[in-house]
């Protein structure tokens, strides 16, 4: 796989011309299709677009359905290319439907978010989210090339480039403490972007490249999103609670640091400074007494769990994480318990 970070003017048709497709598809929704399609459109040669409606709600089989279909209509065969032009959702989504297409036919990845620019659109995981389920069915398929144009960031509301912000916290935290004691000095807006999006995607790059298909050291991307992942699904059915992916991941990081520094595995200064950064960035998501045992179940579904038993990635040091640490119910319900307070 391939990850280009410059002007999609440049990278787009230097792909193209490299590749004889026999046709072409854009992915987009609604505010892609809007606001980042008309940035490409004149680089690319005669093609299709496919709409989806923007949103986590519609990354299901009735989108992908609606992708299969067009690509069917327009008679797309084996040799035709998707370009996913948008979010994780499009990323995801997208990726899926044309790894599955007549069993599979090629697609490249232009992210345009920040979170979908240094975590969805590298590594291979695709997918969709299966009643109520987040991801719950997919496949690991690693793009013909991935295209990152950072000026896509200038379109974005401020909560989501909050949201991606999780990602790269995420990545320092698990993988590089000189860069966590780099952009914890700093608030949001003088965060030096170009410079984190080439660092995330070469930690994530890394990681991915030396585990594929998840069975060892890849699982450390996964930390702060056993809990997340579970809250994130939960509020996804009210939209007024709702929460973005990784506003989610910041409760995640704060209760799983938690976690980490009950078993000794971090001392309780990082976990200061996880949950002062965190919170200062995020705010506190306000959690119910009745929220947490749904919350606790859907940890249950994480896919990284053995035997029935809750397996998380958790920090064992600044810029260190492991991985396959089982993790009891009373265990969670002490750190849900803790970020609340």
Same mark, same amino acid.
């Given at each position: 796989m391939s990850v280009h970070i410059s002007s999609l003017a440049e990278s787009l048709p230097v792909f193209l011309q490299q590749r004889n497709y026999s046709a072409i598809a854009v992915?987009?929704? %609604?505010? $892609?299709?809007?606001?980042?399609? @008309?940035?490409?459109?004149?680089?690319? @040669?005669?093609?299709?677009?496919?709409?989806?409606?923007?949103? =986590? =709600?519609?990354? #299901?089989? %009735? %989108?992908?359905e609606s992708v299969w279909q067009g690509l069917t209509d327009a008679h797309f065969d084996r040799h035709a290319l998707v370009i996913d032009l948008g979010g994780g959702v499009i990323g995801d989504l997208g990726g899926f439907c044309a790894s599955t297409y007549k069993r599979g036919i090629d697609f490249i990845q232009i992210p345009t978010t920040l979170l979908s620019q240094v975590d969805a659109s590298v590594g291979g995981k695709l997918g969709i989210d299966f009643h109520g389920f987040k991801n719950h069915i997919g496949v690991f398929k690693l793009?013909? *090339?991935?295209?990152?144009? $950072?000026?896509?960031?200038?379109?974005? @509301?401020?909560?989501?480039?909050? %949201?991606?912000?999780? =990602?790269?916290?995420?990545?320092?935290?698990?993988?590089?403490?000189?860069?966590? #004691?780099?952009i914890r000095r700093l608030d949001l807006h003088q965060q030096n972007w170009e410079d984190l999006v080439a660092h995330s995607v070469a930690v994530k790059k890394k990681v991915v490249e030396q585990d594929p298909t998840e069975q060892g050291i890849r699982k450390i991307l996964n930390y702060g999103h056993t809990v997340g992942h579970a809250l994130e699904t939960?509020?996804?059915?009210d939209p007024k609670r709702r929460l973005l992916h990784g506003e989610a991941i910041a409760v995640g990081m704060i209760a799983e640091a938690f976690i980490a520094a009950?078993?000794?595995?971090?001392?309780?200064?990082?976990?200061?400074?996880? =949950?002062?950064?965190?919170? *200062?960035?995020?705010?506190?998501?306000?959690?119910t007494d009745a929220d947490l045992e749904p919350v606790l179940a859907l940890t249950l579904q994480d896919k990284k769990n053995r035997g029935g038993q809750v397996r998380m990635a958790l920090l064992d040091g600044p810029g260190r994480c492991t991985y396959d640490v089982p993790v009891s119910k009373a265990e969670m319900r002490r750190a849900l318990e803790y970020y609340r307070t």
């Open positions: 992915l987009v929704d %609604s505010n $892609t299709k809007r606001f980042c399609y @008309p940035a490409i459109k004149n680089f690319l @040669p005669k093609h299709k677009i496919i709409t989806i409606r923007a949103g =986590e =709600e519609n990354k #299901n089989l %009735s %989108s992908c793009p013909e *090339a991935v295209l990152i144009d $950072t000026v896509f960031l200038q379109t974005l @509301p401020e909560r989501e480039l909050r %949201s991606g912000f999780a =990602e790269i916290i995420k990545h320092c935290l698990i993988a590089d403490e000189a860069k966590w #004691n780099v939960y509020l996804l059915a009950r078993k000794g595995l971090i001392p309780a200064q990082l976990l200061e400074q996880i =949950e002062e950064y965190l919170f *200062a960035v995020y705010g506190r998501v306000a959690i």
